[in-house]
């Protein structure tokens, strides 16, 4: 089992960035696959980003490609998300979230494992 702590959330305008991360409990993070999902206010949770246990894959949402980059330290049990030329849209509640089985997978449901979420507000 492994628990899940993000941080790094905030208010930023639009065009401006942040990093999210996500700090992990355990001593097998290294064998999870890694996702970040987000969920705006009246919407439902949707996917962002994942990556593969070793770091080798990842996977992002067409809405965030080339604005968000996903990376992990396995060595520090960390999984980051860098969101670069951040819009208004994307302000929501970001959660971090593990999956033990290797594969990439982009619904919610595959995830056993989350954090508590860290809010992004972007202004415009």
């Known amino acids: 089992q492994v628990q899940l702590v993000e941080s790094g959330g905030g208010l930023v305008q639009a065009g401006g960035s942040l990093r999210l991360s996500c700090a992990a409990s355990?001593?097998?993070?290294?064998?999870?696959?890694m996702g970040w999902f987000r969920q705006a206010p009246g919407k439902e949770r949707e996917f962002v980003a994942a990556i593969s246990s070793t770091g080798s894959r990842t996977y992002d949402t067409n809405s965030v490609k080339g604005r968000f980059t996903i990376s992990r330290d396995n060595a520090k049990n960390t999984v980051s998300l860098q969101m670069n030329s951040l819009k208004p849209e994307d302000t929501a509640m970001y959660y971090c979230?593990?999956?033990?089985?290797?594969?990439?997978?982009?619904?919610?449901?595959?995830?056993?494992?989350w954090g508590q979420g860290t809010q992004v507000t972007v202004s415009s």
């Open positions: 979230a593990a999956r033990l089985t290797p594969v990439i997978r982009t619904l919610d449901t595959e995830y056993p494992y």
């Open positions: 355990g001593r097998t993070f290294s064998s999870y696959v």
